[in-house]
């Protein structure tokens, strides 16, 4: 069995650019299996019946890891809460930031002035 691309010193790169290569993912996804494209392609409703049976599948392209099929969602992406970000800068007290907050604030009321008349808000 060949080695890990990332066995040696000399392959430091090779994991920075690739993580799925690093000896760390390698050894907590052991008990996965491995699943190539052409496998893939062939059987996609069988993987898929799996999935949902609860396995998980390293997929290989050309005998590398290129990515992982499991049955747990991806976490979903934080919005960012803009309202506390000018409230908190709205706290702090310095002359600067005073103006700048006023002159935003002042382009947000022209902006929903604008909405406003051409009937984009409720």
């Not at 290569?21 to 392609?41: G, I």
């Not at 392209?61 to 976490?75: K, L």
Request: with cysteine.
């Amino acid at each position: 069995m060949p080695a890990a691309p990332c066995a040696g010193p000399w392959h430091k790169s090779a994991c920075r650019k690739n993580p799925l290569h690093s000896p760390l993912v390698r050894l907590t996804l052991s008990d996965m299996k491995t699943l190539t494209m052409r496998d893939l392609n062939r059987n996609t409703a069988s993987v898929i019946d799996a999935v949902e049976r609860g396995e998980a599948f390293e997929l290989r392209r050309n005998g590398r890891a290129v990515g992982y099929i499991t049955p747990t969602p991806p976490s979903p992406q934080r919005k960012p809460d803009w309202k506390a970000h000018f409230d908190r800068l709205r706290k702090q007290n310095t002359k600067t930031d005073a103006g700048i907050l006023t002159e935003f604030e002042e382009a947000r009321q022209r902006q929903a002035a604008r909405e406003q008349a051409l009937g984009n808000l409720k």
